[in-house]
């Protein structure tokens, strides 16, 4: 069935440092793709919704420039956090729509941890 | 705008007693309901769904009801295990939009 693969898992990165996170669409085609973060203890928040081939729309707090989302093709949607602080470390997850029925998958989800 | 509300944890049931997680929705059109869990550790796994008023959703033992009426979808089972302790978010979807998760509840299990 439909998988939405999110790669890394897990990843530490040095305080002023970007980091790049992958989502990845198998076997289906996801127009739109969504990611959240989670704080410890905390639910989910949709960060931005990522269309293919055009700018990704982000919920209002969410900085644009730090977190930059490219949706280059149907199957790959990439988070970068650039100039990492320790207080975007968070569990970031993706999700992407497909069929049958325009079911929405989750990602793995990936653990981000900035020292 | 659209939202959901659950019962707040941590709740901690010993082994074989019934579970009920409240979760009520506010939303303007007409909503997708599903509960997720997530296991330490892990991602978010999709437990059950439903798509229409009165449509029970069910897996691994949990079920849920989307009642309209009560604009609710609490989960349900009625005999837990020590293998069932993750956290619990109920969510909605618009059109299967972008979800809105609620604050999730933790349950723990004991033998």
Redesign the interface.
């Given at each position: 069935g439909a998988v939405v693969s999110q790669h890394p898992s897990r990843v530490i990165c040095k305080s002023g440092t970007s980091v790049k996170i992958e989502c990845r669409s198998l076997d289906f085609q996801a127009t739109t793709m969504f990611w959240y973060r989670q704080f410890p203890k905390q639910s989910l928040m949709l960060m931005a919704t990522s269309n293919e081939g055009s700018k990704a729309t982000y919920e209002q707090g969410v900085e644009k420039d730090k977190f930059l989302i490219n949706h280059a093709s149907l199957t790959l949607s990439t988070l970068t956090v650039t100039s990492a602080h320790p207080e975007d470390s968070s569990f970031y997850i993706c999700s992407g729509v497909g069929e049958p029925g325009n079911t929405i998958y989750f990602g793995e989800g990936s653990w981000l941890t900035v020292v | 705008g659209d939202s959901v509300t659950q019962m707040e944890g941590p709740v901690t049931l010993s082994e074989e007693a019934f579970l009920t997680i409240n979760c009520t929705y506010t939303a303007t059109g007409y909503p997708s309901l599903f509960w997720?869990v997530q296991y330490p550790g892990?991602?978010?796994?999709?437990l059950l769904k439903a798509t229409k008023a009165d449509d029970k959703g069910s897996n691994k033992g949990f079920e849920a009801t989307y009642r309209k009426e009560t604009t609710s979808f609490h989960l349900e089972k009625g005999s837990v295990q020590v293998s069932d302790s993750a956290v619990y978010?109920c969510a909605l979807?618009i059109?299967?939009?972008?979800?809105?998760?609620?604050?999730?509840t933790r349950l723990t299990v004991k033998p």
């Open positions: - | 997720y892990e991602g978010l796994q999709l978010f979807s059109n299967n939009n972008d979800m809105r998760f609620g604050a999730g």
